[in-house]
């Protein structure tokens, strides 16, 4: 079983317009989770993470997540998107098997058109 | 802000050949990664390292890679005798394993094409 899945793999939206990108997760307690966003031929940059505690994060760029443990979800929100913001954006989380396992385990992707 | 670097940007490379990436994480940081990204694809993790030893590596992190932390700044992966299907983005990222929740801090990568 996947740790983080991400059901969109394209959404297009239109400049000015509302975004909500979904991530749901499949841990049984509650995970620490982080969004990424990359650039076209870029790396990864951290928009936000969650670790506990208020589940609605405010990250860079305007952008916000909420975790819902009732729905399994961490859904990453902006409530205006510039054209700058078009790019891929990755859920990620612990592995679903972690132990003491440390490295990052990431949704596909969901790619960002911004239409003007 | 302290950031990961890595060095080269882009590496092309002959089928067979060896290649080296080079990383230079932050520097207080202990654990040390490295994932990939195939073209269109998911990013993928290969290996952690921590204290001199590889502490998890994935299924693709086989025989022909192998990681090094050969001084105290830099972390290397190696990739002993390329094949067009390891053509990818290689991240390296590092953290402090005292921060909360595991955040990691990514390189920009380097881009590996092998013809």
């Known amino acids: 079983a996947q740790s983080v899945t991400q059901p969109d793999i394209h959404i297009t939206v239109s400049e000015g317009a509302s975004l909500e990108l979904r991530c749901n997760y499949s841990?049984?307690?509650?995970?620490?989770l982080f969004w990424y966003v990359q650039s076209p031929g870029q790396g990864l940059q951290l928009l936000l993470k969650y670790f506990s505690g208020d589940t609605l994060v405010q990250g860079i760029k305007g952008f916000e997540a909420e975790f819902k443990r009732s729905q399994s979800s961490f859904n990453l929100r902006k409530p205006s998107v510039h054209w700058s913001d078009a790019a891929e954006y990755f859920c990620?989380?612990?592995?679903?098997?972690?132990?003491?396992?440390?490295?990052?385990?990431f949704g596909s992707g969901t790619q960002l058109t911004v239409l003007p | 802000e302290p950031e990961v670097t890595q060095t080269p940007s882009h590496q092309v490379t002959q089928m067979g050949q060896e290649v080296i990436l080079r990383c230079v994480p932050i520097?207080?940081?202990?654990?040390f990664y490295w994932y990939r990204q195939i073209l269109g694809q998911k990013v993928e993790f290969l290996v952690s390292f921590y204290n001199n030893e590889i502490s998890e590596k994935s299924e693709i992190f086989d025989d022909q890679f192998s990681v090094e932390r050969p001084d105290g700044s830099n972390f290397t992966l190696k990739i002993r005798s390329t094949k067009l299907e390891d053509s990818a983005m290689y991240f390296c990222a590092s953290n402090d394993p005292t921060g909360l929740g595991n955040e990691q801090f990514f390189g920009p990568g380097t881009r590996l094409t092998v013809l």
């Open positions: 841990y049984g307690a509650t995970p620490y």
């Open positions: 520097s207080n940081h202990l654990y």
């Open positions: 990620a989380g612990p592995p679903i098997s972690s132990g003491s396992a440390r490295q990052l385990t």
